[in-house]
């Protein structure tokens, strides 16, 4: 019987065989890169970032308790929220983070209070008082004066045009996003937050949130009110003293 003839190997050129050499060195290092660092190209995970079962219970029990709190706080009769002395309040963020249940998250983020020493200006009514007394705990707040509310819009102000924060440097910014509500000039931005006018809202729509910086000799560190010895809830007019820290 006849052997069968030897089939032709498949031509190959050297140039096509380095790119398949290169690709496959290529994919090799990537994935020594992720194994190294993290499926998702992060950063090498350390010991102390894995949690531990009890950490996970605790932190789950601490976000029950921030809820039953919270629940305790809205019980208090309504005469319990002191009476405004002022249209404007300025309202701090100064802790909160894993031990926050989702709803007190979901209430801070509705007062557009996404992260610590950020602060907001808002209009006060019997609403926002009882908004800021389920997140007592977490926010410290009072009436600002004028000289602090022209210090935060000039010196801290952002405006947001199409998702984006814009510095107000330009009066042709303010004309463009409030105009039409006669708001031409940063002057006209400082009076009417500070006087809590009739557009007031979209006035605080355009600037968002206040960044702040934390104060260099530090707060007490404790939740308790401020009235008790603590760093949060109403300092009225003393909020002002912490504007000047934090500016």
């Excluded at 997140?135 to 004066?145: A, D, I, S």
């Excluded at 009066?171 to 557009?199: F, R, S, T, W």
């Amino acid at each position: 019987m006849a052997e069968a003839e030897p089939l032709e190997m498949a031509y190959i050129s050297e140039v096509i065989l380095k790119k398949r050499k290169h690709k496959e060195e290529s994919i090799a290092l990537t994935r020594k890169t992720q194994l190294e660092l993290g499926q998702h190209g992060g950063r090498k995970r350390k010991v102390e970032d894995i949690k531990r079962p009890e950490q996970l219970v605790r932190e789950f029990r601490d976000r029950e308790l921030d809820l039953i709190r919270m629940k305790q706080r809205t019980k208090r009769a309504k005469s319990a929220l002191s009476t405004p002395n002022s249209k404007l309040l300025f309202v701090i963020r100064l802790h909160g983070k894993n031990d926050m249940h989702p709803k007190t998250r979901k209430i801070l983020y509705n007062l557009r209070l996404t992260r610590i020493f950020h602060g907001v200006f808002l209009k006060a009514s019997p609403g926002v008082l009882e908004l800021l007394q389920k997140v007592e705990p977490y926010v410290t707040y009072g009436y600002p004066n004028v000289k602090n509310v022209s210090d935060l819009i000039y010196k801290k102000g952002y405006g947001k045009i199409d998702n984006k924060r814009v510095p107000l440097i330009d009066n042709n910014i303010i004309e463009q996003a409030l105009g039409k509500y006669g708001i031409l000039c940063l002057e006209d931005i400082v009076h009417e937050v500070a006087n809590a006018g009739p557009h007031f809202r979209e006035i605080l729509n355009f600037l968002g949130s206040f960044s702040l910086n934390k104060p260099k000799e530090g707060l007490q560190g404790k939740r308790a009110l401020f009235k008790d010895g603590g760093d949060t809830g109403n300092r009225e007019n003393q909020i002002n003293d912490l504007i000047d820290k934090m500016n």
